[in-house]
């Protein structure tokens, strides 16, 4: 490869030789010298051919293996089906897995996992030293070290996807969902002979060592953190199943109040504020929910808790402390939603609108209409898009189980949404987004259930899943109207007949082909 200035300098000097001559000096071919000299720029120019996808690649791994929990040892995360899932060539995934865990060759150990807590803007590791009274190979790993390796390779994609390399760009008052006091006295715990704490806003109090051989070790830069976190867990002889599966339901939620320790993990009752379906990790970058979402959400279940009804006026205070966020966050974000029209000022404050069969009709024919349109370019994009998809699905499938009505709402929507989002099509996701702010909000007004329908709701999206892998968009839209069409008629069930102009129905939603 010749560099610009050599170039240069071979132009210049055929001012005062040949070409045959400048040849013969540099050792460039005629043909070359002559393209040169036919050039304004001689500046490296960029290689033709497929651009790199590693960079890609190392996302769409990471979030897969993020939510894989203890099932990271099985067959179905081995970098031969994480390749088949992904449509990545199997050289690219392995790439992707090393750089999330440590060489076979550094694991083993004699240590054992006592303490994990998480909650902004603490991450805390705890670990001792296992007294084998002197047995022979007692200090080395529990299981075999592959497992280790590809556990270690589960925490830390959990840590990237769950943002917590980004907690020290967040704004201080509005994340704090855990009390710190309670973080940092996890610190002096009895049962860990040395803790690993990840601190990027320099909470931990200065005189606390921060060596390596200190018993407390303190990081604020995560990429530093991460490392000697991968390198601690490798000298572990295993890391629990228990733990992965909590981080792994955890990663929507920023791992924020995540609390494991060895005598058994200690989930939040759950709530508003600690439901899967809330995602309050809130406040994470914009692939997350908005604060506007988290508040619709949870006035969704403050409708429900409270039976609320249509005209009803919102008490801003109870919901600040409910959702344990500074109230002047909750009036901005109800300022929002009446301007969104998600909520009704017209009369002063925030009250729950009054909901007509035509506004219904005509929100379900616009998200008809939209998820089409994204369903057909999400058919024709590669399967790489549709990893994001198949997890929002994952979830679906766990929820109906529960027959949770709530719970499977939540992931029902939540699936569609992932549906808009990796269609490529920014301005139709947008209008999804907004169209599934007010149809939350409507169910909840409406008090519809939905856990009957839990089964063909989890039997439809995996349809739909199915027919975007094949690139089948017809089927996929077939389902999908289907899907919604159901809906509709299960609301007209619980709301009596009178009320549900199907004619209506037909006429927005009919096809015109």
Known sequence: ????????????????????????????????????????????RPRSGRPPIQETADQVVEALVATAGARISGRDYSTRALAEATGLSQSIVSRSVRGLTVPLA??????????????????????????????????????????IQRRIAGVAAALRSAGVGRWAQRFDSEHRQVPTKELLELIDSAGSDHVLVFDPLGEVAGGVPAGPGSRVEVHRDFAEFLEVLKSGLAGCQDIPGSLLDL??????????????????????????????????????????????????????EEIIDSAYEPGDRINPRLLSRRMRVPRASVDAALRRMVDDKLLDGSRGGARIPLITTVDVLDLYAARMAIGEVVLRSLALRPQRYLVPVQLALRQVEASAPTRSGIDVEDADLHFQQELARASGLRESARAFEALTLRLRLFISVLQLDYSPASDRIVSDDRAMFAGLSRGDAKTAIEVWRGKVDNAVRHMAGLLGRRRFDQELWTQLTRSLA
Not at 115 to 125: C, N
Not at 131 to 144: I, L, N, Y
Not at 282 to 296: D, G
């Open 1 to 44: 490869m010749y560099s610009p200035d050599f170039r240069r300098e071979a132009v210049a000097a055929l001012r005062t030789s040949t070409l045959a001559e400048v040849a013969a000096r540099t050792g460039v071919s005629p043909s070359s010298l002559r393209r040169w000299v036919g050039r304004s720029d001689l500046s490296d």
């Open 106 to 147: 550094e694991v083993g150990g004699g240590r054992e996992l006592t303490l994990f807590a998480a909650g902004f803007p603490l991450l805390i590791l705890g670990v001792r030293t296992v007294d084998h009274g002197g047995e022979a190979g007692a200090g080395g790993p529990a299981v075999p070290p592959r497992r």
């Open 247 to 300: 981080l792994s339901g955890r990663v929507r939620n920023g791992l924020e109040g995540v609390f494991w320790s060895d005598s058994g993990s200690a989930e939040p009752a759950r709530s508003f504020n600690s439901s899967d379906s809330m995602e309050i990790s809130s406040w994470l970058p914009k692939e997350t929910r908005s604060i506007t979402e988290h508040l619709a959400i949870a006035l969704r």
